[in-house]
């Protein structure tokens, strides 16, 4: 849990290398993580495919086609908050 309380950010990566899954931030912290991983990995290949020739806006288009994961996530953490004071420190900012 301290891994994941730091806050819900979102890295998708660099230049030509892109981050899906946990590893990009789309952590669950009500578990269900496979989900996310394959949507986002899902959202990384195709947004790949489509820029192909122009590698500039792959990750732009990742960013927009995985905004609504970002926002359940975002949901998910402030749901896990509002639980118990023990994970009030987990609340987003608005
Ligand atoms: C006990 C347990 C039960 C779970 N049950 C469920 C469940 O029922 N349903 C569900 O949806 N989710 C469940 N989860 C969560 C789910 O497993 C994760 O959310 C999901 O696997 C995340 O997928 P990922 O691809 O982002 O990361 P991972 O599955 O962690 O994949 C990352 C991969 O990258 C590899 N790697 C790491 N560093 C490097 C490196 N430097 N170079 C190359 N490779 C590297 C790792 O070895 C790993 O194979 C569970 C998790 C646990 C621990």
Not at 10 to 18: A, I, M
Not at 35 to 55: K, L, Q
Not at 75 to 90: P, Y
Request: hydrophobic share 35%; aromatic share 10%; with cysteine.
């Amino acid at each position: 849990m301290s891994h994941i309380r730091s806050g819900c950010k979102t890295d998708y990566g660099k230049g030509r290398l892109l981050f899906a899954g946990e590893a990009a931030g789309f952590l669950n912290p009500m578990g269900e993580g496979i989900s996310a991983g394959m949507e986002s990995g899902n959202a990384a290949a195709h947004a790949i495919t489509e820029h192909f020739d122009e590698p500039v806006c792959v990750l732009d288009d990742y960013q927009q086609s995985t905004k609504m994961l970002k926002t359940y996530m975002e949901r998910q953490w402030n749901f896990v908050a509002g639980l118990s004071d023990t994970f009030s420190e987990m609340k987003l900012p608005l």
